[in-house]
């Protein structure tokens, strides 16, 4: 998941980059997204998996 966010940031700052401005905002907002529920996932993987 974190894989996807960087790719849609990295598609985000290349369409930024040739003023695509409302695909620039969407991949944006997209690779925001995954990383936030990434690092949730994180978080409760870390939470959860110690008490084995």
């Known amino acids: 998941m974190l894989y996807y966010a960087i790719v849609f940031l990295v598609i985000a700052l290349v ?3 040739f003023g ?3 695909i620039a905002a969407g ?3 997209i690779a925001k997204i995954l ?3 990434f ?3 994180f ?3 870390l939470i959860f998996g110690r008490r084995r």
Do not use: H, P, R, T
């Open 27 to 29: 991949a944006a907002g």
């Open 35 to 37: 990383f936030f529920i």
């Open 43 to 45: 978080i409760a993987s």
């Open 15 to 17: 369409a930024a980059v």
């Open 39 to 41: 690092l949730v996932l």
């Open 20 to 22: 695509f401005g409302g």
